[in-house]
């Protein structure tokens, strides 16, 4: 059974930084990307971006482009968001999710295993 685990989560100033960790355990194979969704409160979840299995293929929104940058050691398993300049608006729950994909990813694909989401409030 795959499992994933969203840590880092807290409460930051507005202009701050988090890195936010995906862990990832219980697979029998590689072949997966990891992509970050994060939920507002009121507010439907929306993808904020992904990274493939090699990290050949990386992909942000609009919104968080040139502020966040995805990253992940397959030695460790694990994918970070790391996360600058960080705005109000950005507060939310934020959730990895697992796609089982060869190569490439898509905040559209089918997620075939949830982690459990890590809070990120950002506010002075």
């Known amino acids: 059974e795959v499992q994933l685990q969203a840590s880092g989560g807290g409460l930051v100033q507005p202009g701050g930084s988090l890195r936010l960790s995906c862990a990832a355990s219980?697979?029998?194979?590689?072949?997966?990307?990891i992509v970050w969704f994060r939920q507002a409160p009121g507010k439907e979840r929306e993808g904020v971006g992904c990274i493939s299995h090699s990290g050949g293929t990386r992909y942000l929104v609009d919104s968080v482009k040139g502020r966040f940058t995805i990253s992940r050691d397959n030695a460790k398993n694990t994918v970070h968001l790391q996360m600058t300049s960080l705005k109000p608006e950005d507060t939310a729950i934020y959730y990895c999710?697992?796609?089982?994909?060869?190569?490439?990813?898509?905040?559209?694909?089918?997620?075939?295993?949830w982690g459990k989401g890590t809070l990120v409030t950002v506010s002075s």
């Open positions: 999710g697992l796609e089982n994909m060869v190569a490439g990813c898509s905040i559209n694909g089918r997620i075939d295993s």
């Open positions: 219980g697979f029998a194979d590689d072949d997966y990307a």
